[in-house]
């Protein structure tokens, strides 16, 4: 039971380089999540993703992007990485119930 | 908007004793709290959960109570041992996908 899997688990870019995140679950939950995690402010949400090609923006969309054409992926792509990008990015998914079920996290650092 | 906010950032406490984080919602239509706890390095993984229709839950060393009313919730762990040392989240959730974090409390547990 693979569950929920992120990659690459590290990655680092230059500022101005495309760069995506991949997030796969094996659940078939409905709704999945991206967030970042930068210390003194938690966990914030980027975009979240109620069904396949259903996605809409959380507290910190800007200068991100995602898709969501399978149930299952929920890719995170920075068109143009900034340095204030620079953090850790976790997926997650649901089926609406109540309990979100983490990735292992993505660490990217933007130079 | 929305916000949960969590106390204290930090929490320091003796091996065997307890440790008691509080988290405030402004949320009156949440209906889900979760607690997260998270290692160094790793993703956040639930250890307990209440819903508003009940006040107080407990898994061993580790209870939840609820006040709706004033809108507190907090995680109490009794008899603490050195791998309880990680940060805490705390989470109200709203609907099906709006969850709303606190900010995390460091707990070490110092032997």
């Known amino acids: 039971d693979a569950g929920i899997t992120q990659s690459p688990r590290y990655k680092i870019t230059e500022t101005g380089r495309q760069v995506t995140l991949m997030c796969h679950q094996t659940w078939s939950h409905s709704y999945m999540f991206w967030y970042r995690q930068d210390l003194g402010h938690g966990l914030r949400l980027i975009y979240y993703s109620a069904a396949a090609d259903i996605t809409d923006k959380g507290e910190v969309p800007d200068g991100y992007v995602v898709s969501r054409s399978k149930t299952e992926n929920f890719p995170l792509t920075l068109e143009s990485a900034t340095r204030s990008q620079t953090s850790v990015y976790f997926c997650?998914?649901?089926?609406?119930?109540?309990?979100?079920?983490f990735g292992e996290g993505s660490r990217l650092t933007v130079l | 908007g929305e916000n949960v906010e969590q106390h204290p950032s930090t929490l320091s406490v003796q091996e065997g004793d307890s440790a008691v984080i509080k988290c405030t919602y402004s949320?009156?239509?949440?209906?889900?709290f979760p607690w997260y706890k998270q290692e160094l390095g790793k993703r956040p993984q639930l250890i307990i959960d209440i819903r508003s229709n009940v006040g107080e839950k407990k898994d061993q060393r580790i209870a939840v109570t609820l006040n709706k009313t004033a809108k507190h919730f907090s995680l109490h762990i009794t008899e603490t041992q050195p791998e309880d040392s990680a940060v805490y989240f705390c989470a109200a959730l709203s609907g099906t996908y709006k969850y709303i974090f606190g900010t995390g409390t460091r707990l070490k547990v110092l032997a």
């Open positions: 997650a998914s649901s089926d609406g119930t109540g309990e979100l079920f």
């Open positions: 949320d009156s239509a949440s209906n889900y």
